[in-house]
Nanobody, 125 residues
């Protein structure tokens, strides 16, 4: 069984940066597209960014374009989310997930086979 473990969350001020990591174990995730999602209190989970198996393609939600960058290191079985110019509205629990493709990440998140337990990001004004 594969596992995904997120880390790197914390409390920062608006305008700061954070880098989240998602470490995979139990299997090789290089054959999966990987993505980041977030869920704020009282809101639905939303897609943030996705990256293809080879890292040749990335896709981000409009709300984070130009500020967040997703990357992966298949040798380390790790996916990253670099978050710059953070805003209070970015506060949420951030989850990573694995799927067959970026399309699967964006269209059928409830069917994704692997999810992490999340890491909390809080951005103060």
């Amino acid at each position: 069984q594969g596992q995904l473990v997120e880390s790197g969350g914390g409390l920062v001020q608006a305008g700061d940066s954070l880098r989240l990591s998602c470490a995979a174990s139990g299997r090789t995730f290089s054959s999966y597209a990987m993505g980041w999602f977030r869920q704020a209190p009282g809101k639905e989970r939303e897609f943030v960014a996705g990256i293809s198996r080879s890292a040749g393609t990335t896709y981000s939600a409009d709300s984070v374009k130009g500020r967040f960058t997703i990357s992966r290191d298949n040798a380390k079985n790790t996916v990253y989310l670099q978050m710059n110019s953070l805003k209070p509205e970015d506060s949420a629990v951030y989850y990573c997930a694995a799927g067959n493709s970026i399309v699967a990440l964006t269209t059928t998140p409830s069917s994704l086979p692997y999810w992490g337990k999340g890491t909390l990001v809080t951005v103060s004004p």
